[in-house]
C-alpha cells in the first residue's frame, strides 16, 4: 500500500510539472533547436558586450597608467630642478660665507683697521662694510682690501669716518 501511495504521488506530481511546462510553453511554439540556438545567440551577444567593456576598460587602464607615467617624469623633472636649486644656493651661501671670512682675515692684517670693529656682511658676492674706520685712508683701504677678495662682485663701503 505504502509502495502503491508513492507511485500516485509520483505520477501526480510529474502531471503537474507535465502540465506546468506546456503552459509555460503555450505561446513559444519554437522547437528545442531553435530555443538552444536563441539561448546561444543571447550567450554570444552577452560574451561579445562583455568583451568590449574589458577592451574599453584596458583601455583606460593603459591611459591612466601613461598619465600617471608623465606625471612621475614631470615630478622627477621638478625634483631635480629644485635640488639643482637648493644646491646652487647652498654652494652660493658657502661661497658668501668663504668671502665673509677671507675680507675679515684681510682686515685684520691692517693695522689701523685690525683694532677697529668692522661688520661684513656678503650676499650674492655684494660685501657690506658697516662700523667706524679712523681716518678716510683707512676706510679707502678696507675697500679695497674686500674688492681683492676672489668672489667679490662689489663692495658697499659704509664705513664711518670718525676722528
Known amino acids: ?7 500516485l504521488t509520483l505520477l501526480a506530481a510529474a502531471a ?11 505561446n513559444d511554439e519554437r522547437t528545442a533547436g531553435q530555443k538552444v540556438d536563441s539561448a546561444i545567440a543571447k550567450t554570444e551577444d552577452v560574451a561579445r558586450d562583455a ?9 583606460d587602464a593603459r591611459a ?19 635640488a639643482s636649486a637648493a644646491g646652487s644656493r647652498m654652494a ?15 682686515l685684520m692684517k691692517d693695522p689701523d ?21 679712523p681716518n678716510a685712508a683707512a ?11 676672489s668672489g667679490v662682485k662689489s663692495v658697499s663701503n659704509m664705513l664711518e669716518v670718525k676722528g
Open 139 to 149: 676706510k679707502d683701504r678696507a675697500e679695497t682690501i674686500a674688492k681683492g677678495v
Open 113 to 133: 683697521l685690525s683694532a677697529i670693529k668692522i661688520n661684513v656682511d656678503t650676499s650674492n658676492g655684494v660685501v657690506s662694510l658697516k662700523g667706524p674706520a
Open 16 to 26: 503537474a510539472l507535465t502540465t506546468g511546462l506546456v503552459a509555460c510553453n503555450k
Open 51 to 59: 568583451e568590449a567593456k574589458a577592451a574599453a576598460a584596458a583601455a
Open 64 to 82: 591612466a597608467a601613461a598619465r600617471t607615467g608623465e606625471q612621475i617624469k614631470e615630478g622627477t623633472a621638478e625634483m631635480r630642478a629644485d
Open 92 to 106: 652660493e651661501a658657502a661661497g658668501d660665507a668663504a668671502i665673509t671670512a677671507s675680507v675679515s682675515a684681510g
Open 1 to 7: 500500500m505504502k509502495t502503491s501511495i508513492q507511485r
